[in-house]
């Protein structure tokens, strides 16, 4: 932004983008494709394709069918710049429908068993086959908490000490401790939930949510510890210098100094490592198990959680118990978009905290 004198007056001028599409081009963008599907959508219905794939190329070959009934009209290198944009632009819209037809399928049939006792009541007096206004998963979704809290509490001192290792500290062993958060992020949750049944439940000799919220804890480290070292690279050296000219040693720059520099994006780091690991089911069954009932201590037995509600649910195998399943996959979901929601809100709040400090 600048300010220039007019006549006379000082004036300011704002920063354009001269390769920005304006909004009218938007909505008629929009409109254009909006309409392009709708009619896919009957060109599918009217032939033997009546089904996704049959949609997606139909919207493709329309897509370019409108390319070449307007290449006459455009040069060379326009034409070329159309057709990459119009195949670039459906093959988005087809990585979008996807998604979209679960959060569609997943809100329609959910929204059955919703009433305003499903979320504080459990399954204690009902059975899974009885009406739908009797019974809930307030049970599965406090233990969910639960189990996800000691995820939390476990993994987050360790993601940002692990981060904060191999980011300031960056002593001999950042490469092994960079391979083995890598590595974590690729077990699969089934090994992970063997492991603490090997370990925890074994020990214990019974299945209880601090097992739960141990084997989530083994998920959730990788997302935490590599989203934690690249929010703190973020943070500009010089407010690292200025710490050190202040005769700070190297631990009380990157606690006192570093650190709440971060604040917002390390939130964000375990945020984002809870959406990861709320939907896990296999690392549950083989810890925490089920329950019908409300509980509150974590080493007291058994605890369910909303994916073994779900499990449980799904494999009783009726009308009214898939209905439930289907309402707790609807509540799950909403728990993941509001953790994720959130995290972009203090990763928005994040960045702008580290531009400011660079342009500073």
């Known amino acids: 932004m600048s300010t220039v004198a ?27 494709m909006l309409t392009f599907a709708v009619a896919a959508f009957v060109a599918t219905i009217l032939t033997p394709l009546a089904n996704f794939d049959g949609w997606a190329v139909a919207f493709l ?21 159309a057709v990459l944009r119009v195949v670039i632009t459906s093959l988005a819209v087809l990585a979008f429908v996807p998604w979209l037809s679960i959060l569609v399928t997943v809100i329609l049939k ?8 499903y979320f504080i ?46 980011t300031e500290v960056r002593g001999r062993l950042t490469f092994l401790v960079r391979f083995i958060v890598q590595s974590m992020a690729g077990v699969p949750s089934v090994v992970a939930g063997l492991f603490i049944f090997a370990t925890v439940v074994k020990s214990m000799g019974q299945y209880s949510g601090l097992a739960g919220g141990l084997a989530l804890a083994v998920l959730m480290l990788p997302t935490v510890s590599r989203t934690a070292e690249e929010v703190l690279k973020l943070v500009p050296d010089d407010i690292r210098s200025a710490g050190y000219a202040l005769g700070a040693r190297q631990w ?3 606690l006192l100094v570093v650190l709440p520099t971060v604040r917002a994006g390390l939130s964000t780091a375990a945020i984002l490592g809870v959406a990861r690991v709320i939907g896990e ?56 978009f509001f953790f994720f929601i959130i995290a972009r809100r ?5 960045a702008l905290k580290a531009n400011a400090n660079r342009r500073k």
Request: no cysteine; aromatic share 8%.
């Open 6 to 32: 007019n006549a006379g007056q000082l004036t300011t001028a704002e920063p354009r983008r001269p390769w920005a599409v304006s909004r009218s081009k938007r909505l008629l963008g929009f409109g254009r």
């Open 61 to 81: 070959l329309i897509n370019l069918a409108w390319v070449i009934g307007i290449a006459s009209k455009l040069g060379a290198k326009e034409r070329r710049d």
């Open 110 to 117: 959910g929204y059955r068993a919703v009433y305003p006792g």
């Open 121 to 166: 009541s459990d399954m204690r007096t009902s059975t899974p086959d009885d009406e739908l206004n009797i019974g809930g998963a307030g049970h599965a979704i406090v233990g969910s908490l639960i189990m996800v809290a000691i995820a939390t509490v476990v993994t987050l001192p360790l993601g940002i000490l692990t981060g904060i290792y191999l």
């Open 252 to 254: 009380r720059t990157a």
């Open 281 to 336: 089911t296999a690392p549950l069954l083989l810890t925490s198990l089920n329950t019908n009932g409300f509980v509150w201590n974590p080493i007291g037995g058994t605890v369910a959680s909303l994916p073994t509600y779900i499990f449980a649910m799904f494999m009783y195998g009726t009308e009214y118990s898939n209905a439930r399943a289907w309402t707790g996959s609807l509540v799950l979901l909403a728990l993941v």
């Open 346 to 350: 203090l990763g928005n709040k994040s």
